[in-house]
């Protein structure tokens, strides 16, 4: 080989190793581009993850009642509520029907006056006991109000990871579509 034919050769070989090391430094930068993607895309996965984690976490069942969002001590307490007041009318009510099929001569005024004043005062512990109604409900429209913001916030974040949640089934009630409740069939077809 001739001086001129290596020095060709070696012209090619350089050029070819500025080539390969231009598309060596090509791909690394790609390289590191994705690289520094993917941990962006990790991170905020992760932060949508703990999103969505502290949304399931702020509909806790047990608690002490002090969280703003804890549907199940509020839901418990209108249980309790709801029960010690039907206790208090219907032991009111017993208490009634045993007075009038208890007591002697109804006839006789002092009787009479006795047994209406003891009948007065059990009537007042029903209204007394109706009272439950209005803390009950504020309780559950409080509660309804806090799953409405949960599912909102869950949706939120959902649909920033790209997945569509199909909402289908039951509403949260609210007053645009309040219907009333008339009958127990109209309650048991709430509940299929």
Known sequence: MDTKALQELADQMANFEKFVKRRFDEISMEVN??????????????????????????ISYKGD????VNAGFELEAVIADTENAANN?????????NRLRDQGDMSDPAV??????EIKDEVQ??????????????????????????ETRLNATLEKMGIKPNVTGAEIVTEANKTRLTSQADIDALFN
Request: aromatic share 2%.
């Open 33 to 58: 581009a994705t690289s520094l993607q993917l941990d962006h895309a990790g991170q905020d996965i992760q932060s949508q993850f703990k999103e969505i984690m502290g949304v399931l976490a702020s």
């Open 65 to 68: 009642g002090t969280s703003q």
């Open 89 to 97: 009318i219907m032991d009111a009510a017993d208490r009634i029907a």
């Open 112 to 117: 009479r006056q006795k047994v209406m004043g």
């Open 125 to 150: 512990t029903i209204l007394l006991a109706c009272t439950f109604q209005d803390l009950t409900s504020q309780r559950i429209k409080k509660t309804l109000e806090n799953l409405n913001t949960i």
